[in-house]
């Protein structure tokens, strides 16, 4: 690839490798002549450009070889020097963030020359230009970002010239020197001496054009993350989450425990599972759609608070709201109702909410959205009553349920909503469709959902008052499901006869979809899959479940909530992605 470079682009590639375009503010000294400079996107103004179409003036696959390689030069250059282009360790004494705290006050053309001033530290560079006897370079840590000012008298031997020849964007280096914050007022780490700790052979993304490709964003998150800080920050503020959402629970006395990834059978919800095979069971296996089964089974077997933090795999479609891999909180507590977990689901997102935002009134992609409690409580037939008008608790036939919803839902034109309609059991099946066409996109605010028909929800138990119902509530913001929830099921009896009929149901849609005419299918395009009864956890219902409730929450959508983040894949740090075509 090198040897057929003209000798001319081959100097044109050195220079841009070390010194590309910088946008002139990012430095201090922005009035000075002219000179090559480099930048790597970092400000919140690429947020806005994510979804421009990739330009044609991106790197070429030829360009990013080329530069690989004279990197790669460059790295046996420093082998010949005697220096390591790859270091085992580095001590720092300070974080980026941690200067800028320390040394605000310090004044513009100020400089702490005390020994105690000496500071050291590390991270990757991500602008640099240079010119005559001065050298400026911006360094990322994690913390943030600092000026590394070198001037080739203060630097070693010849360091300086190492530095113009040998350090590129994207290099990760230590530095050592004094503070100053120069005339301009940028804090500035004066280096005495510098140490290549990792060398960069791959050119970082460009401002405009290389973080464009939505795909590659996802697939290739460690450039994201270098060329937006941002988007580290919504991976912090999650663990933020998860560890409120832990703390809040624990100090309401629940233990967290684990529960098999790989189980016998897969159930707690209707979801395809993932089957996988083991070689010496001789066996499949499954991995859970749910933690639910294996949790009650603690609550069988003594404890009365339980939790588990963990990932759960269904094997469905992918949306902005669906990865097959996602992490749910459940939790069950003995002797209590599902009352008691709306209270629960409350404490838990207000103080999640605060932990990472400060308050309660956030915004999400332009709805001011209030979560200051109580939220609203509604039951499912309120709810479409008060959207249609329609009030299914009168129904008795399924016929006359299903006549009234495609009228009211105009669905003789739209194949889609006429099918799922058509295809309902019940009346509760209609009920719930209806819910989810009509009503559910328009719950903005906090509210839940109470009550659900007994046909949708097979572990939650019979509603005290009102017959076909269960105590079962969803919580739903920005009319997405947040959290679900029930006074569980602990009649074994009824339970072994719900799971039954789900069984039944299930086959009945298998036989329905295989014989459909398989020439309208595409490849990976058949719904049917298998659902089994799990004997062993209705065997420990047998034994005897005290009175429960449980809720699931979905931690990736109260990510997105919180992060005012549009897509699930933008806080999973790494989702779940097709395979590209070599």
Not at 11 to 19: N, V
Not at 459 to 474: M, S, V
Not at 480 to 488: G, L, V
Request: net charge negative; glycine share 6%.
């Amino acid at each position: 690839m090198e040897g057929a470079l003209h000798p001319m682009r081959l100097k044109q590639l050195l220079h841009f490798a070390a010194f590309p375009k910088l946008n002139k503010t990012h430095f201090i000294f922005r009035n000075t002549r002219s000179f090559s400079t480099t930048r790597c996107a970092s400000s919140p103004a690429v947020a806005g450009a994510r979804n421009r179409r990739p330009s044609s003036s991106q790197t070429s696959t030829s360009d990013r070889e080329a530069i690989r390689a004279i990197r790669i030069k460059k790295v046996e250059e420093l082998r010949s020097k005697g220096l390591d282009a790859y270091a085992y360790t580095w001590q720092r004494t300070h974080a980026a963030n941690q200067l800028q705290e320390i040394y605000r006050d310090l004044g513009n053309g100020e400089e702490a020359v005390c020994e105690s001033d000496r500071v050291s530290i590390a991270g990757r560079i991500v602008a640099r230009r240079a010119f005559g006897k001065l050298a400026f370079l911006t360094l990322r840590d994690e913390s943030g970002t600092i000026q590394l000012y070198c001037e080739k008298e203060m630097l070693l031997s010849d360091q300086f010239e190492h530095l113009k020849t040998l350090v590129d964007i994207g290099d990760i280096l230590g530095a050592e020197g004094s503070i100053k914050r120069t005339e301009k007022g940028e804090l500035s780490v004066c280096v005495t001496s510098f140490s290549i700790l990792t060398k960069s052979l791959l050119p970082l993304p460009d401002k405009y054009h290389g973080l464009t490709d939505i795909d590659k964003r996802y697939r290739q998150r460690y450039i994201d993350m270098i060329a937006n800080p941002e988007v580290a920050d919504v991976f912090r503020k999650r663990a933020k989450i998860i560890s409120e959402i832990r703390k809040t629970v624990e100090s309401a006395g629940f233990i967290e425990v684990e529960t098999p990834v790989l189980q016998g059978a897969a159930g707690g919800a209707e979801a395809r599972p993932f089957i996988t095979y083991h070689n010496s069971l001789g066996q499949d296996l499954y991995l859970r759609i749910a933690t639910e089964l294996h949790l009650k089974r603690m609550l069988v077997g003594g404890f009365e608070k339980v939790y588990e933090i963990g990932r759960i795999f269904r094997n469905e479609g992918l949306s902005t709201r669906h990865n097959p891999e996602f992490t749910t909180i459940e939790m069950y507590e003995a002797y209590t109702d599902y009352e008691s977990m709306m209270n629960m689901a409350e404490e838990i997102v207000t103080r999640s909410a605060l932990a990472v935002n400060g308050k309660l009134i956030i915004d999400y992609q332009g709805v001011e959205i209030s979560l200051e409690r109580p939220w609203r409580r509604e039951t499912m037939h309120n709810l479409v009553k008060e959207a249609t008008g329609i009030d299914f608790a009168k129904f008795e036939d399924l016929t006359a349920a299903k006549e009234v919803a495609l009228q009211m839902l105009n669905a003789g034109g739209d194949n889609q909503n006429k099918s799922s309609i058509e295809a309902c059991p019940s009346v509760g099946h209609v009920l719930n469709e209806v819910f989810e066409l009509v009503v559910e996109p328009k719950l903005l605010q906090p509210t839940f959902v109470l009550d659900y028909p007994l046909e949708v929800s097979p572990l939650a138990k019979p509603h005290r008052r009102h017959a076909g119902l269960t105590e079962r509530f969803e919580l739903f913001v920005c009319g997405r499901e947040m959290a679900n929830a029930f006074s569980e099921l602990t009649d074994p009896l009824d339970q072994r006869e719900r799971l039954e009929d789900q069984v039944r149901q299930h086959k009945k849609k298998n036989a329905a979809l295989v014989s459909e005419d398989k020439s309208k299918k595409v490849d990976g395009d058949d719904d049917a899959y298998d659902v089994n009864l799990d004997e062993d956890f209705l065997t420990a219902l047998e034994y005897g479940m005290p009175p429960a409730s449980g809720m699931g929450i979905g931690i990736d959508r109260l990510v997105m909530l919180l992060t005012n983040s549009v897509s699930i894949r933008d806080v999973i740090a790494f989702p779940v992605l097709k395979t590209p075509r070599v």
